[in-house]
């Protein structure tokens, strides 16, 4: 059974940084890819990254493009989020969530295949945002 943990979050200001991990434990990572989601207060849960099992691709929202980098170290077991320049509007809980791809990560166009029907899931860790 795999387990996902994050950790990293806390209270930054605005235009500050700050790194989220997700470290799993019970399965290895190599064959799953990897997304990052983030709930605000009174909204609903939102997809801000993906990056697939080989690391070599990766998605993000339009909100979080430019500012946030996603990493992983299957030798680890880790998935890194790097958060910068960030905003009020970046508070909430964050997740991060694995999905199976045994038959690989691309679609029939060679495109990343989006992060969604995710099969386990962290706890979560808050982050916010204000001065």
């Known amino acids: 059974q795999l387990q996902l943990v994050e950790s990293g979050g806390g209270l930054v200001q605005p235009g500050g940084s700050l790194r989220l991990s997700c470290a799993a434990s019970?399965?290895?990572?190599?064959?799953?890819?990897i997304g990052w989601f983030r709930q605000a207060p009174g909204k609903e849960r939102e997809g801000i990254s993906c990056?697939?099992?080989?690391?070599?691709?990766?998605k993000f929202a339009d909100s979080v493009k430019g500012r946030f980098t996603i990493s992983r170290d299957n030798a680890k077991n880790t998935v890194a989020l790097e958060m910068s320049s960030l905003k009020p509007e970046d508070t909430g809980v964050y997740y991060c969530?694995?999905?199976?791809?045994?038959?690989?990560?691309?679609?029939?166009?060679?495109?990343?295949?989006?992060?969604?029907?995710?099969?386990?899931w962290g706890k979560g860790t808050l982050v916010t945002v204000s001065s």
């Open positions: 019970g399965i290895t990572l190599n064959h799953y890819a």
């Open positions: 969530a694995a999905v199976h791809r045994p038959g690989g990560d691309y679609d029939v166009r060679g495109d990343l295949r989006p992060c969604n029907d995710m099969d386990y």
């Open positions: 990056i697939g099992s080989d690391g070599l691709s990766r």
